[in-house]
């Protein structure tokens, strides 16, 4: 399952970010958010807009094509 599968307020564990562009998985690894994680989907815009993830009280936004690449397992 990907991380833009997920539904509002469900939380998820980050299985892959290889699929990623070597810069936003760079990013993603500097903000804390690596493979084993969890995430909560705080916000999704309409029309394939951006994503609002929460993880550790923190709140950041991941368009919607590279939260397609991030695979995750719903817990």
């Not at 399952?1 to 892959?16: D, P, Q, R, T, W």
């Not at 998985?25 to 989907?41: A, N, P, S, W």
Request: hydrophobic share 45%; glycine share 8%; no cysteine.
């Amino acid at each position: 399952m990907s991380l833009n599968e997920l539904k509002l307020g469900k939380k998820a564990v980050i299985i892959n970010l290889s699929n990623l562009n070597k810069y936003v998985k760079r990013r993603l690894l500097d903000l804390g958010i690596l493979e084993g994680e969890e995430v909560m989907l705080k916000n999704r815009m309409p029309f394939h807009g951006p994503f609002m993830l929460e993880h550790n009280g923190q709140i950041l936004g991941i368009r919607y094509q590279e939260a397609a690449l991030i695979e995750i397992e719903p817990s």
